[in-house]
């Protein structure tokens, strides 16, 4: 085994900066270093997906298109990759299935050749039609499970979903452990087992807050693993992905080999450490993101949303029940059949949490999102959720048993006659398709003279 490639996907650009400082970082800011990344030896750079797209129009005021096609010319030799969440594209509900199409024809053609596409519950219904498109339009398919543990996700759970993404037509799988959760033995116990029953490569992606993420790395390389994602030390640690320059000389010792070439990286990091810094000093970047948070372990809450459920509560001047609110989290997971705590799902059981906790009655105050889950629009839940609760938060409802996005018209012809001129092509129409509002506000920004006009996106994104 040892002697082995160990592919690596630096993650700065998308997940490392988006877990760290909410994905703030400018394009102007990447640029100078692309070339000198394209040299490293990198198996693919995550640079787009996730929260990149949204940032960009409502915060930075920028064209996310432009910037990965600013990324792909500056980027010759390696592969760029991007995070797409299935039927939900970039966004926090379901889109149909011709936005779904264009998007991923569109990201393809600016410059995208592996879309790694995953699903909050696994539910391979609302991948289908993204994987179909990825496959269509030329690029990488790599299909992810939802890392979790409950009753329900046992090892024999994800080896069979593994078996049903290659079914599905994935090149390779990615095992997403948002919540930094998968511990060194299980590391080794699922690709063991996964490795004995598919033959694509796999894809290891987790997060460096609860503090196990090089030892779970190391467990998985020894039981084959292809691929592991890293975040240049700058950008990595606490909430992102264990560190690039530690994973490769950790690895280099053991006597595998990663590819990479230890000084290209360490200017790297050098480069990065000054944009850390500014973003240090005007305070986006907090260092609490940046602690070890064992409870993650305890609680299966990803860093993020601790943050998150903290800041709810600040709000709220109830700061003293967090920790009765972190105690909910699992208890409305279970309610509601365990789901992944992953994007949207993270949030709304999150905010229900919260929600059970202030009101002193679970379920007396139920988010609109929460309903919608309940009544199967996000898809099929791994388990089973409480017949009571259903009871309580659908009286009158039968949750529906499709395909959510069956059940949805082409939305392409209506959002055309909405945006009118102001999508000068297909791009300006996703952008407005996937976020109506700001969307729209965006491309008004664009259509005028913008040259006299203060703007400062750092400051924007403070308030």
């Keep these: 085994m040892q002697n082995k490639q160990i592919k690596i996907v630096e993650t700065v650009l998308r997940d490392g900066q988006q877990s760290l400082i909410a994905t703030r970082m400018k394009t102007e800011q990447m640029v100078p270093i692309l070339k000198k990344m394209d040299q490293a030896g990198f198996h693919a750079l995550e640079v787009w997906g996730g929260a990149t797209f949204d940032s960009c129009i409502r915060y930075l005021n920028e064209d996310p298109w432009e910037r990965l096609r600013t990324i792909r010319r500056h980027v010759k030799n390696t592969k760029l990759q991007m995070l797409l969440r299935g039927q939900n594209i970039l966004g926090y509900k379901n889109y149909s299935d011709d936005v779904v199409d264009l998007f991923v024809k569109r990201a393809v053609e600016n410059g995208i050749d592996i879309i790694r596409t995953f699903d909050a519950l696994n539910d391979l219904r609302n991948l289908e039609k993204a994987a179909e498109a990825t496959k269509k339009y030329g690029a990488e398919s790599q299909l992810t499970m939802s890392y979790t543990t409950s009753p329900i996700h046992t090892l024999d759970y994800f080896v069979d979903l593994g078996k049903r993404l290659v079914d599905l037509g994935a090149d390779s799988i990615c095992i997403k452990d948002m919540a930094g959760i998968l511990l060194p033995q299980d590391a080794f116990d699922l690709i063991q087992a996964l490795k004995s029953e598919v033959s694509v490569p796999i894809d290891l992606h987790t997060h460096a807050t609860t503090g196990v993420g090089l030892m779970t790395y190391q467990k998985a390389v020894e039981a084959g693993v292809d691929i592991i994602d890293t975040a240049i030390s700058p950008f ?33 990091a050098d480069y990065f450490k000054g944009v850390r810094d500014k973003f240090r000093q005007t305070g986006v970047l907090d260092p609490k993101v940046q602690d070890i948070e064992p409870k993650t372990l305890q609680y299966k809450v990803p860093g993020g949303m601790l943050s998150n459920l903290l800041s709810q509560l600040k709000a709220q001047h109830l700061e003293e029940k967090f920790e009765a609110t972190l105690e909910e989290v699992p208890k409305v997971r279970e309610d509601l059949g365990f789901p992944p705590l992953v994007t949207p799902l993270s949030q709304m059981v999150g905010i229900q949490a919260v929600m059970n906790v202030i009101t002193g009655e679970p379920y007396k105050v139920v988010p609109t999102e929460i309903k919608e889950y309940v009544e199967g629009y996000y898809g099929k839940p791994p388990g089973v959720i409480k017949p009571d609760i259903i009871k309580k938060i659908l009286p009158n409802a039968t949750p529906i048993t499709v395909r959510p996005a069956d059940l949805m018209e082409p939305q392409l012809p209506i959002l055309k006659q909405e945006i009118g001129d102001l999508a000068k092509d297909e791009d300006d129409l996703l952008i407005y398709a996937l976020f109506p509002q700001v969307g729209r506000e965006f491309l008004e920004r664009q259509s005028i003279d913008f040259f006299d006009i203060p703007f400062d996106p750092i400051e924007m994104s403070l308030t």
């Design 236 to 268: 990595g640690g606490g909430t992102s992905q264990p560190p690039t320059e530690c994973a490769h000389l950790a690895l280099e010792s053991l006597g595998f080999k990663t590819g990479l070439d230890s000084e290209k990286l360490f200017e790297v």
